[in-house]
């Protein structure tokens, strides 16, 4: 009877011993036997998912991490994740919806590590081959929600297909163009749509997760990108507050910026997604 009861004690011992640590320590005690430390980072399945999954099996042994991936495909998710310390970051959203998560969120204590990759918007088209190719008159999709429609339109004005109005910012719309030198006919469309509608029009602006499935950039032209200079759009490493300076978060990050990733980046993606520079601003 004593033997049992030192097994239970015992037992209550090392599950409370394990309550205590980080979720990072968590990870590693749970299976790495190797010494390396296991970071928990939850990602959108791609590309998220499948850069850190390079990560894992290209650099991060020699970095004396192991990653382990949970995928999400419900944005609301990663964010309550990381808040609960299921995770030890995420790596699936951009500045602005952050910000939003934090403001409808009181007790988050999220904080932004760096930029990592731009899914670009580009302009594509079925028949045409450069933007200068769009004659007068021409139609243009682009989507229709108010956030994305106002990246399309920037998109057109940084190639000169007209001139928003002073002061327009990320949710301009239609009402906010102030010169169409080329007549263009702006067709909103439901995002998602968008890759179908090439068809019917001479070219869309298409956001880079719908480019992705559709693989656009195989069966369709670009003929413009998104520029990522000061584009608050880009995708990034996000962790709890109490984490931004982890050692083994920085060397994850520095890893998401390595020159095998860009390279696997542009390689499997070809311009949709675009990595940005670790001292990019």
């Excluded at 309550?19 to 790495?32: I, R, V, Y």
Aim: hydrophobic share 40%; aromatic share 6%; net charge negative.
């Amino acid at each position: 009877m004593r033997r049992t009861w030192g097994i239970i004690a015992v037992t209550a011992l090392a599950t409370t011993l394990a309550a205590c640590g980080s979720p990072s320590e968590l990870a590693e005690d749970n299976g790495d036997a190797s010494g390396l430390t296991t970071i928990k980072v939850g990602a959108s399945p791609v590309p998220h998912a499948k850069i850190l999954d390079y990560v894992q099996k290209n650099l991060a042994a020699d970095a004396g991490l192991n990653i382990q991936v949970t995928e999400f495909t419900d944005y609301n998710q990663p964010n309550a994740a990381l808040t609960q310390g299921e995770i030890d970051a995420n790596y699936f959203q951009t500045k602005p919806f952050l910000q939003e998560y934090l403001d409808g969120n009181s007790d988050a204590d999220l904080t932004w590590v760096d930029d990592v990759h731009l899914e670009a918007f580009g302009l594509y088209s079925d028949s045409l081959k450069d933007v200068g190719d769009l004659k007068d008159g021409a139609k243009v999709g682009v989507p229709n929600d108010a956030s994305n429609m106002g990246r399309a339109l920037k998109l057109l004005a940084d190639n000169d297909l007209l001139t928003l109005k002073d002061g327009a910012d990320s949710a301009a719309t239609v009402e906010d163009i102030e010169d169409n030198p080329k007549d263009l006919d702006i067709v909103p469309v439901e995002a998602a749509q968008l890759p179908r509608s090439l068809a019917d029009v001479d070219a869309a602006v298409v956001n880079g997760n719908y480019a992705l499935e559709a693989d656009l950039s195989e069966s369709a032209n670009v003929l413009a990108w998104e520029g990522t200079k000061d584009n608050p759009y880009a995708n990034g490493l996000v962790v709890a507050a109490d984490k931004a300076d982890d050692p083994d978060i920085a060397k994850l990050d520095e890893l998401l910026h390595s020159d095998e990733v860009r390279k696997y980046m542009e390689d499997q993606w070809k311009g949709v997604v675009t990595p940005i520079d670790a001292d990019a601003e």
